[in-house]
């Protein structure tokens, strides 16, 4: 198995001048980032850190298990719809889209080897109501249409909306309907109403968060059904999870990157941009932004003191947004560190013509639109390295599922570390909670109208 590479070298010194780190910071950093990796270590698979026990038996081979006796129970669906919002959604929007065609739903069932998947990550009707006006026309009766529904309590107002106009889509068409569940294990509305009504289940395991969940049940389960190694994911996962266990600074890459990213955010460094040069991994910036957001965007550090921590995540994607943002990464302020995600091997192969005839542009003919987009990538570290700019690199061999896998389990401990030099929880978000509740009482649910004074007081 080929790992995924990183190189931070231009955040250093060395590359971009006085504002980059030293060796003399690195060697300093050593010993209290070795004490961060071992409380990282030390709690793997306790309370909220539950995720990290994913990729390790029996927990693995029980998901593995769980998942495909639900791919069993949707044999010959030809339309997946997910219903979830946060984490419950992206991760497996981007990992389809990293793993699968960008034209997967405009193929045809033949050539697809899947089934079509809609990902109504938000309540939007102008998302919700053509999707699923689209999937009844081309399924009348919904018996091709398998509709999986991701909430650990099932009262998610967003989720749930959701979920309350496709059963009664559902009970108008009549006929026969797939559900599956995807909730706690034992409680809450969903788990209740599973049982109720006999859907098939999986489960969000406990110390498993929404933003940490796309190696559990919760993406497995999209990716099996269209088609995507999901042993593959997360053998890749365990093996990056295996190299992020050394305590030592120089071979353990998601220490790198956590405390890199945290020093250039003490400096003044505080937006973090991942750019990747791949439009299929562009939904992945989505993805580590909301990780990267929630769990490090903190009032309070672990002793209650007021800190305001956390860095902005940012999405851009090469070589688009070299169009468009790259004037300000290398002029505008220096409070940036551009993340680029590059591919060693394209998927498709494009030639640029010979015989276009015009001289100006004979420099492009003969080449690949993977040369041409490496080049870029190429030219733009320069040009922010020139400026001075702090920037790294994550290599990819190829989009494959291991190479995902070690993706997303990267910047999973990366994260926890982060948290950890930041002294703040990684994994709570009260800020998060103050807008469900109010929305709880905007809508009028029972025991939150006193939300509805509050808003009216604040906003007028």
Known sequence: MQLIRLDLAGCHEGRIGSGGLSLEDQRKAQEPLAAAIERANATAGTGMAGWRTLVQEPTRSQHLDAVRAACATAAGADTLVLLGIGGSALGPAAVHAALRSLTWNLQTNEDRGGPRLFVLDNIDPDLVGPVLDLIRRTDPSFERTVFNVISKSGETAETASQFMIVRSMLEQAGGKHHIIATTDPDQGTLRSL??????????????????????????LFPAAMCGIDIEELLDGAAAMDAVCRSTDMSTN????????????????????????????????????????????????????TEVFAGPTPIKALG????????????????????????????????????????????????????????AEQRATEFALAESGRAHFTIALPRLDASSIGQFLWLWQVATAIAADLLEINA????????????????MGRQGFEHWVQRVNDQLG
């Open 194 to 219: 599973a049982k109720q009504h006999g859907w098939p289940t999986l489960p969000i395991p406990d110390g498993v968060g929404g933003r940490f969940s796309e190696l559990s049940p919760v993406g």
């Open 253 to 304: 890459p998601a220490a790198q990157l956590a405390w890199t990213l945290v020093e250039m955010t003490r400096r003044g460094r505080s937006n973090h941009v991942l750019m990747p040069y791949s439009n299929r991994m562009a939904l992945m910036a989505d993805w580590f932004r909301q990780l990267w957001a929630e769990s490090l965007g903190k009032r309070h550090d672990l002793n209650g």
């Open 319 to 374: 070589a688009t947004d070299q169009h468009s943002q790259i004037q300000l990464y290398r002029e505008g302020p220096d409070d940036k560190v551009i993340g680029f995600v590059t591919l060693d091997e394209h998927d498709a192969q494009l030639a640029i013509p010979r015989d276009l005839g015009e001289e100006s542009l004979s420099y492009l003919q003969g080449h690949d639109l993977s040369d041409l987009l490496r």
């Open 427 to 442: 994994y709570d978000q009260p800020a998060v909670e103050t807008g469900k509740q109010a929305t709880f009482g905007l």
